[in-house]
């Protein structure tokens, strides 16, 4: 990671940290999670970083539905109502 330095205004700072304090994240992560939004919004997507991201999540679910894989439609039929 590349440490940067930003400026942001009273409101935006108090803010940003009443979220992350809520959420339990830090204030860099939900910039981050921000800025990879304007850049997917934008159409530039850094391939590499949202790779390293997608096998970070690995293995950070449980499920105790062992045929989740085979039967997604079925449980999702039901999650849903339909």
Known sequence: ?????????????QTLKALASSEGRSMADLVRDSVDTLLRARGTVDR???KARSI??????KSTTSDLGSN??????DAFGA
């Open 72 to 77: 997604h439609d079925d449980h999702l039929a």
């Open 1 to 13: 990671m590349v440490r940067t330095q930003i400026q942001l205004t009273d409101a935006q700072a």
């Open 56 to 61: 970070a999540a690995l293995g950070r679910f």
């Open 48 to 50: 590499e970083a949202v």
